[in-house]
């Protein structure tokens, strides 16, 4: 169990804790949230040892095995699956001595070596490590490179592989999804469930510590608060105690008319059937969550756009890629006014790709781009950040562009950003990377952008930003294209989705949870063949039936017919659950072709809207479920065949 009593901590004059009061159970899966700067990663560092209490206690039981990602980017020569495996020193310690074991040909130390391997889980280590890596995106031809060949963002990742390879107790993540897609925050967070030991996580993203977690500990005015359930169940709790003060529960009232607003106008653009229900579940949520940031100091609108009456941006016939790198054939994509669009797919399939062809960055390779009349597009990557004027002020960014704007005006816009005084004068060189987005956030909304294309938006905003850039966004009257990782961004503002895979972009017909069985069944499909390529040598090679004995035929007879007995029943079963998993297809859609009528969302029919969903929720539900015994089946098919 971790205590901390009376804790003080302080950086320089700055008091982060005061008389801070935490207890940690073992198992428990702890989020710690709050603003940037109130002490969060300075908490982990006095977990670690790091740093000492300026007053106060701390315990933390001398036996557990601590595993924190580490921030810096590492600069070794040393392959992605060596550095991984660095995170396990035992396993790696016993691996030298059998090294040494074997030159001095000392066979009674080498036995004892390898009984310690054994107990230490480290035959598999390998295994293990190149599992981690592939979870987080890195692909089989990646995991022997040196670490100092890739970037920042993918060093950053190997982290946190290292960090998850090390066998602990209690294991601390500071954002560990700040770098990662979809694909490898959907993995880490099913890792993380099944994690045993004591997790504590700093993270802004919301989908994921509502997954992870069972307590929140959100440290607002130099205290440690703390609640029991996810964030989801924070956000409920806190909305209602800040109600309790009179100033906030009238500006909730005024939160709640806005995002009722929002939900209106959402759930008559709902243009697909399977998009329809789900946003507006996730819209009603906003609205009742909307309370609980009420006193966040980001608000800030799109101001309306100057209108297109035509498309937007059309790409037709192109194959898009880098240099002489085709990544994507033969693309048809549109882009009307109004339109909001989130692009899925595997990393490395082509979503960043698409996006900066659609800006003009990148040429086609072959094919057609034309960009319609008044088009103005604000474009957010995280290479935005590197081409801000470090020597410059926020002030400054926003007076370039619009110099003849009073002092007032940009500093009341600033100010939605939380650049407030002296803040909005400093030059950005040593501002936080949150801090910085929040800088090249300010500078495209001042724009006035008809199409935005945001690439990871919400990388190193704090989940107030993150809250307020949804608003904004919900409001935003241009036309949308997004990339995140973000799953409450993109339920929340998207109206429908397109996949970008093997090469192509088709709209996807469904919505998050459904791209998240894809996911798995493409990840299963694209690790049959790796399975096969290691197998096969293990697999003993038959001889020619020719030169067989009587005896052997007459065996190969008996468990070819073995084989057969046992795969009549699963073959039956299979097609059973094909027919059934068809009739349930036919009733998701006839359930879907109502809820695409507009009329059911009415509040005369709210019964029958809830009985559909419930019908939906049912079939979507059983369709998954014999999905997955469907796939077993024919594992074990291929295996007996």
Known sequence: MITLSNVELRRGIKVLLEDAEL???????????????????????????????????????????????????????????????????????????????????????????YEKLDAANGFDAHYRAEQLLHGLGFTQSEVNRPVNSFSG??????????????????MLLDEPTNHLDLDATLWLEQWLKNYSGTLLIISHDRDFIDNVVERI???????????????????????????????SYEKQQKRRKEVEGFIARFRAKASKAKQAQSRVKELQRMEDVAPAHVDSPFYFNFPIPKKAHSALVNISQADL???????????????????????????GAGKSTLIGSLTGDLDLLDGKRVYGENIKVGYFAQHQLEVLDLQASAFLHIQRISPKSTEQEIRNFLGGFDFHGDKALEPIKDFSGGEKARVALAIIVWHKPNLLLLDEPTNHLDLEMRHALTLALQGYEGALVVISHD???????VDEFYLVANGSVDEFDGDLNDYQQWLKNYNRMADAP??????????????????????????QRQQSA????????????????????????????????????????????????????????????????????????????????
């Open 487 to 493: 799953r409450h961004l993109l339920r929340n503002t």
């Open 321 to 347: 890629g880098y240099g002489d790198k085709k990544i994507l054939n033969q693309v048809n994509f549109d882009l009307q006014p109004g339109t909001r669009i989130g692009l899925l797919g595997p990393n």
């Open 23 to 113: 207890v940690v159970h073992p198992g428990q899966h702890i989020g710690i949230i709050g603003g940037n700067g109130t002490g969060k990663s300075s908490l982990f560092k006095l977990l670690l040892g790091q740093i000492a209490p300026d007053a106060g206690d701390l315990f933390i039981p001398s036996t557990w095995r601590i595993a924190h990602m580490v921030q810096e980017l590492a600069n070794s020569e040393h392959s992605a699956v060596d550095y991984v495996l660095d995170g396990d020193p035992q396993v790696r310690a016993i691996e030298k001595a059998i090294e040494q074991a074997t030159k001095d040909e000392d066979n009674d130390r080498l036995a004892l070596e």
């Open 530 to 555: 790796q399975q096969a390529v290691i197998e096969e040598p293990s697999k003993p090679i038959s001889e020619p039936t020719e030169t067989l004995s009587s005896a052997e035929k007459k065996l």
């Open 153 to 170: 963002g993918w060093r950053i990742r190997l982290n946190l592989a290292q960090a998850l390879m090390s066998p602990s107790d209690l």
């Open 217 to 247: 500990v959100h440290i607002e005015q130099q205290k440690t608060n703390c609640y029991k359930g996810n964030y989801s169940t924070f956000e409920r709790v806190r909305g209602e105690r800040l109600a309790l003060q009179q100033a």
């Open 562 to 641: 073995e084989a057969r007995k046992k795969l009549s029943p699963l073959t039956k079963k299979s097609k059973n659950l094909e027919n059934e998993i068809e009739k349930l297809q036919k009733q998701l859609a006839e359930v879907e072709v109502l809820l695409a009528d507009v009329e059911i969302y009415s509040d005369s029919k709210k019964a029958q809207l809830k009985e559909q969903l419930d019908i939906q929720a049912r079939a979507k539900k059983s369709i998954a479920e014999k999905e997955e015994i469907w796939f077993d089946i024919q594992q074990e098919i291929e295996q007996l065949s």
